[in-house]
């Protein structure tokens, strides 16, 4: 089926100190593959995307490529602000597998100031 | 920015009555959509709507469960007799297209079950 695993948490860091939340996915082809993030008391909002193999998605110094050969998709950012602590989701699709969303369990970051 | 509402933030109610969770989707938004996620776990997918009718629902969303668009701009979600484990949060999404993307999702609201 289509899955995805991502690391659990929660992650502490201080500011400015770099930060790799991994995921991992399993699907029988080539998923969508995204990341959400909530910040406190919010919804789950699109933190960025990638559609195929090599694209690297990013957005507010975050960024991710699709690993095909390693069925990863790593979320990365070089220095962490005190702002970026919320829970962070990592997400699939593949319309093989229905019109829905594949969520990983999402990964706490908390940045210390 | 348009929003996807969702009301109570929070609600408890007892173990076998009924809740109903409510949902303010897009309005030029076609597909709408609940998940829930119980505390430390995944979110995992329930129902998906679509032209007034369910399009595809999880294993999860079993007879207790019931989804309805009423007045054309709600979209609810109930549980016809609440048990402990449906103490979750429950979000509510909408997108216009079904391709992955261009989910926007509401705040949630977390259900407890005593």
């Known amino acids: 089926g289509n899955s995805v695993t991502q690391m659990e948490g929660p992650v502490t860091l201080s500011e400015e100190a770099f930060l790799t939340i991994n995921c991992t996915y399993t699907a029988t082809g080539y998923p969508s593959l995204f990341w959400y993030v909530q910040y406190p008391g919010e919804g789950l909002q699109l933190l960025l995307k990638a559609t195929k193999a090599d694209d690297k998605g990013s957005n507010k110094g975050f960024e991710a490529t699709y690993r095909k050969e390693t069925t990863s998709f790593h979320l990365e950012k070089g220095s962490v602000q005190v702002s970026d602590s919320a829970v962070y989701f990592c997400a699939s699709f593949l319309m093989e597998y229905g019109n829905k969303l594949v969520f990983g369990a999402g990964t706490i970051l908390r940045v210390k100031s | ?114």
């Open chain 2, 1 to 114: 920015e348009p929003e996807v509402t969702q009301t109570p933030s929070h609600q408890v109610t007892q173990m076998g009555q009924e809740v109903i969770l409510r949902c303010v989707p897009i309005s030029n938004h076609l597909y709408f959509y609940w998940y829930r996620q119980i505390l430390g776990q995944k979110v995992e997918f329930l129902v998906s709507f679509y032209n007034n009718e369910i399009s595809e629902k999880s294993e999860i969303f079993d007879d207790q469960f019931s989804v309805e668009r009423p007045d054309g701009s709600n979209f609810t979600l109930k549980i016809r007799s609440t048990k402990l484990e449906d103490s979750a949060m429950y979000f509510c999404a909408s997108s216009v297209r079904r391709t992955g993307d261009g989910y926007t999702f509401g705040s949630g609201t977390r259900l407890t079950v005593v």
